[in-house]
Nanobody, 125 residues
Framework: QVHLVESGGGLVKTGASLRLSCAAS????????MGWFRQAPGKEREFVSG????????YYADSVKGRFTISRDNAKNTVYLQMNSLKPDDTAVYYC??????????????????WGQGTQVAVSS
């Protein structure tokens, strides 16, 4: 079992930055995949970014490339999502998720086993 707790959301203006954190506890994450997803009202949950815990290889949705950066702190069992140049379209509930090793990096929510409770990000124009 992996327990995930997100933090760091808030209300900001266009162009601002936020850093989300996802603290993981429970079973070891050494071979896991961590992902960030978001869900806006009336829309499906979508992949934002992800990282392979062991190698540190990162993945991004096209909509956030160049603006968002995912990182991990092994000692703290924490994954971060640095979000810069935020836009109103980034407004959503952001979720942290974890799953076991996959050869092909998973970007669909159904591939993930463990989920956090979500943190709200709102970007005003």
């Amino acid at each position: 079992q992996v327990h995930l707790v997100e933090s760091g959301g808030g209300l900001v203006k266009t162009g601002a930055s936020l850093r989300l954190s996802c603290a993981a506890s429970g079973r070891t994450l050494s071979n896991n995949i961590m992902g960030w997803f978001r869900q806006a009202p009336g829309k499906e949950r979508e992949f934002v970014s992800g990282v392979r815990w062991s190698s540190g290889t990162t993945y991004y949705a096209d909509s956030v490339k160049g603006r968002f950066t995912i990182s991990r702190d092994n000692a703290k069992n924490t994954v971060y999502l640095q979000m810069n140049s935020l836009k109103p379209d980034d407004t959503a509930v952001y979720y942290c998720a974890a799953t076991t090793f996959r050869t092909v990096f998973p970007t669909h929510p159904t591939s993930y086993i463990y989920w956090g409770q979500g943190t709200q990000v709102a970007v005003s124009s």
